[in-house]
């Protein structure tokens, strides 16, 4: 069964500062990850996304993740933070059952940016 | 590419009336759309998965008599909550996939008064 765990329901950053946002999964195949970002009242936006190939994903608005299949990890950064990145962020891995797939969301993490 | 809708954004209805949401890709065909629930500052719940032509498969716990799906085409899903209780009131978001990559709706806020 696959699941994904995000450390961190909060995290506080200053603007310009590094953003990172940790997320480990657990599968018994090879997963297909996702990050979502979510701004209040809306639905979510995909970021990202790990299937195969090239471990270090780059994504929309400055952000990045690398696959570390070793730690089980797919942490979500960005170098700068800005204000306009405050928001909720999910990270998802696909699961399997039979031959349906759906995805298992992690418990999502709040970013608050700070001036 | 890959745009989601829904609609209505926000619904307020009296208890024990139907509500019927849409979801619509808008750029291209999906066979398999999801619909979940979003409680206050939490995670998605996944309801159900709709699927082009067939009958939709329900999570555990979820009623389907209640929560009713029909994907009739390949670009347009609903999602009728019949007889609203207050309980019901919360955040839809429907998703719509490609491959193994989910393209989700901007939600659909229902209150039941």
């Given at each position: ?10 995290v506080?950053v200053?603007?310009?500062?590094l953003?990172?946002l940790r997320?480990n ?7 297909y ?6 701004y209040?009242?809306q ?5 990202l ?7 270090l ?6 952000f990045?993740a ?10 979500l950064?960005k170098?700068?933070a800005h204000?306009?990145?405050?928001a ?7 699961t ?9 969301f ?10 | ?5 829904q ?7 009296k208890?024990g ?9 808008l ?8 619909w ?18 067939s009958?939709?498969?329900?999570e ?9 799906i029909?994907?009739?085409?390949l670009?347009?899903?609903t999602?009728?909550?019949?007889s ?10 429907c998703s719509?996939?490609?491959g ?5 709706g901007?939600g659909?806020?229902?209150l039941?008064?």
């Open positions: 069964a696959q699941s994904v765990t995000q450390l961190g329901s909060h506080s200053s603007e310009g500062a953003v990172l997320c999964y657990s599968s018994s195949v090879p997963p990850l996702f990050w979502y970002v979510q209040p009242n639905g979510l936006q995909l970021l996304k790990y299937t195969t190939g090239a471990t994903v780059k994504g929309i608005n400055g990045e690398e696959f570390k299949k070793s730690e089980t990890s797919f942490h950064t170098p700068s204000m306009s990145d405050a909720e962020y999910f990270c998802a891995v696909n399997y059952t039979g031959t349906a797939s759906k995805l298992t992690g418990t999502g993490t709040r970013l608050q940016v700070t001036l | 590419g890959a745009v989601v809708s609609h209505p954004s926000r619904v307020i209805c208890s009336t139907s509500v019927k949401i849409e979801c619509r890709s750029d291209f065909q999906a066979t398999t759309m999801f979940y629930r979003q409680f206050p500052k939490k995670s998605l719940m996944l309801m159900a998965t709709s699927n082009e032509g009958k939709a498969t329900y555990q716990g979820v009623e389907k008599d209640k929560f009713l029909n994907h009739a085409s670009t347009l899903s999602l009728t909550v019949t609203a209780h207050p309980e019901d009131s919360s955040f839809y978001i719509a996939r490609v193994e990559t989910q393209y989700f901007p659909t806020r229902l039941v008064l």
